[in-house]
Structure formats: structure tokens, C-alpha cells
């Protein structure tokens, strides 16, 4: 059986120090890249976010200015609407019309009358001949 020996000097030492040092720093360079690409990713994908968020934003922006448009509409029609006031007047009016209709409602019933009683006069009248 053959053995094998290890001569550790200086330049074995060094050696397997900078594999070592090699190893470790690769493994934390690859550690740091995929860190640096999971940031990249993260950082595109909240940029999609963001632009959706502010879609959104300017969606309701919109939104709430159509609303402030239409309440102002209504606004201006309720100040320009029919009143209490306005009603009254008109109530006092129609009160004034029915006080002067009243009167002549029971003058058309009295004409109305007369007008049946002449129809009947001449009816009379037209079968006598």
C-alpha cells in the first residue's frame, strides 16, 4: 500500500488559503447577485404597482371631479328651483281664481237651468204644430 504524505510548508498553506479565499469569496458573490436580482425584481414589480396605483388615483381623480360637476348641477338647480316662497304665491293666486270661479259655477248652473227650460219651451212649441 502506498502512502502519501503531506508535506505542509509555506506554499501548501498559501495554497489552500487562496482556494479558500477563492470559494468563499464566489460563494458570497453569487450570494450578493442573486440578493442584487431579487432587489431588481422586487423593484420592477413595485414599479408596476406604483404605475397601477397611480391609474388608479388618476381613475378617481376623475371620478370625483365628474361628481363635483354633477353636485354643482344639482347645486344650481335647487337654488334656482321652485321655492316655499314660489309655492306660496302660487297657492295664493289659485285661492284668488277659486273665489272668482266659485261665483260663476253656481251662474252656469242657473244659465245651465234656464238653457233646459227654453229647449223644453220650444220642444213644446215645435209638437203643438
Do not use: C
Not at 34 to 62: F, H, N, P, R
Not at 105 to 117: A, C, F, H, Q
Request: proline share 1%; charged share 25%.
Amino acid at each position: 500500500m502506498a502512502v502519501i504524505s503531506f508535506d505542509f510548508n509555506f506554499w501548501t498553506l498559501t495554497l489552500l488559503l487562496m482556494n479558500f479565499a477563492l470559494a468563499l469569496f464566489v460563494a458570497l458573490s453569487n450570494r450578493h447577485k442573486a440578493a442584487a436580482e431579487e432587489l431588481q425584481s422586487v423593484k420592477k414589480s413595485l414599479q408596476v404597482d406604483i404605475k397601477s396605483v397611480q391609474d388608479d388615483v388618476k381613475s378617481i381623480d376623475q371620478q370625483v371631479h365628474q361628481q363635483g360637476q354633477r353636485l354643482s348641477a344639482i347645486e344650481a338647480d335647487v337654488e334656482n328651483g321652485i321655492s316655499k316662497e314660489d309655492l306660496s304665491v302660487v297657492h295664493r293666486r289659485m285661492d284668488k281664481v277659486l273665489e272668482t270661479v266659485g261665483p260663476l259655477e253656481g251662474r252656469l248652473d242657473e244659465i245651465s237651468k234656464n238653457m233646459s227650460r227654453i229647449d223644453q219651451h220650444l220642444i213644446q212649441l215645435l209638437q203643438k204644430r
